[in-house]
């Protein structure tokens, strides 16, 4: 152990949620290695626990609290600092929690050297901009350039949590970028709550002509990000259907930087549900999307996100929903289910679905989208793939594994000396489980 370094200041981070909220952790880790703290392992006992927490389902909010208990039962002396969504709306009650020493808010997450040394807020501290170098134990590295939603989707919390919308400057976004790929990260993810949002509180839309300035969007990144040199790629973390405009498919068809992948949300292939949702869109437009995305770039990934059992989705709604996922052919579904969060007006709405009803729809929807994501392997069957091999050997086979840019998983035998280069790939064999390569020279 280093001597320095006191002993009530080891720390250990832990992280539920998404690729925000990951990149939050790393952000407050570099915080505290340099504030002095040190990281320790899982298996370690810490002087400090932190949980990143999320509040996207009853389940995570449950996993919070399960991982105070873990962490207060393991080193009872230990200070648990509870951080993230779920301190937003329930901090007095998470204060209470055994063990738990502060709870720290999305916004005081830059601050979190400060409220460990006990340092209060001083009036008029501006709140830092998060900014990472690293993205530990990673192969891609994710950056947050946006927080905050301005859609008001009836079943979703994260408005009431992070309602502000804030984006990361452009010079930061590129001085980020840089820093990521000098220290060798080959695969960028630009990630927000709602990515396709960034820019909207830079310039308030309506002003920007009265001063001489244009409105600013995703496309100003895009465009910024595709002239830095290096030997890196970037994707898109999830983009809602409304922002992906006829100029953003066109950027990316023409890019060499940018991946072919789209990962576009649809929730409901059922028009009623889409509504009763709140999500501005109908299934006709969302698969105009989608059709002129595939006519400007004939290989593009698309995956998508699909929820089961909303209040009151009868079988007649679901039927609709699997036929129109079944044909628009994601290469990918995240499937959930419903999970009810008070204070959305979907809470209040009638018609709970059966959780064993919810259950069945889910595994007939997944079993359509394993096929699904089957037939569009098979499109690049005997094709060479640039692959970013992973840090880690698939636990299963032993073998290398890596994504392609348009996001295949690919098994391959290789030295571990390959691991976070992109190298070519030939596709060798597939089945509904896994899609098997050689390297090429
Ligand atoms: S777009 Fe809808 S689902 Fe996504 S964060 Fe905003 S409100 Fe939630």
Redesign the pocket.
């Known amino acids: 152990m280093n001597s320095q370094i006191s002993i009530s200041k080891r720390f250990y981070i832990h992280t539920l949620g998404c690729k925000v909220n990951q990149y939050e952790t790393q952000a407050m880790r570099e915080i505290l290695l340099k504030a002095g703290f040190k990281e320790c392992l899982a298996k370690d006992i810490a002087d400090i626990y932190i949980i990143n927490t999320c509040t996207v389902t009853q389940h995570a909010d449950r996993e919070a609290r399960h991982m105070v208990g873990m962490f207060h039962r393991s080193n009872p002396n230990a200070k648990i600092v509870v951080a993230g969504c779920l301190v937003e709306k329930n901090a007095d009650e998470i204060s209470f929690l055994p063990g738990v020493a502060y709870t720290v808010k999305n916004s005081e997450k830059s601050r979190i050297d400060k409220i460990l040394n006990g340092e209060e807020k001083k009036a008029g501290e501006r709140q830092d901009e998060l900014t990472i170098t690293a993205f530990k134990g990673r192969t891609k590295a994710f950056i947050k350039i946006q927080d905050g939603?301005?859609?008001?989707?009836s079943?979703?919390?994260?408005?009431l949590v992070?309602n502000v919308l804030r984006s990361k400057p452009l010079d930061k976004i590129t001085e980020e970028v840089k820093a990521l790929t000098a220290n060798g990260f080959k695969e960028i993810i630009l990630a927000g709550?709602?990515l396709g949002a960034w820019g909207r509180d830079l310039v308030p839309s309506g002003m920007a002509a009265s001063v001489g300035l244009k409105d600013l969007s995703l496309m100003d990144v895009l465009k910024a990000i595709e002239g830095i040199d290096g030997n890196f790629r970037v994707r898109l973390s999830?983009i809602?259907p409304k922002y992906v405009t006829d100029e953003l498919i066109k950027f990316v068809a023409g890019s060499k930087r940018i991946c072919r992948h789209l990962h576009i949300?649809l929730?409901s292939g059922d028009d009623e549900i889409l509504k009763r949702m709140n999500?501005p869109y109908t299934t006709a437009e969302y698969r105009a999307i989608i059709e002129k995305a595939r006519a400007a770039m004939g290989d593009v990934a698309i995956s998508t996100d699909v929820m089961v059992g909303f209040p009151a989705e009868t079988e007649s709604n679901f039927t609709n929903t699997l036929e129109f996922v079944k044909g628009i052919l994601p290469a990918r579904t995240h499937i959930f289910t419903y999970s009810k969060r008070e204070g959305t007006p979907a809470a209040t709405m009638s018609g709970e679905v059966d959780e064993a009803v919810a259950k069945k729809r889910y595994c007939t929807l997944r079993a359509a989208t394993l096929m699904s994501s089957y037939t569009y392997r098979t499109k690049f069957e005997r094709r060479a793939l640039d692959i970013l091999v992973e840090n880690k050997r698939d636990k299963h086979t032993g073998l290398l594994t890596g994504y392609s840019d348009n996001y295949i998983r690919i098994l391959f035998d290789g030295p571990d000396e390959l691991m976070g280069n992109i190298v070519p790939v030939r596709i060798t064999d597939m089945t509904l489980a896994y899609t098997k390569g050689i390297k090429i020279s």
Do not use: G, H
Not at 149 to 153: G, S
């Open positions: 939603c301005e859609n008001r989707c079943y979703c919390k994260v408005p992070r709550i709602c999830s809602e949300p929730q999500r």
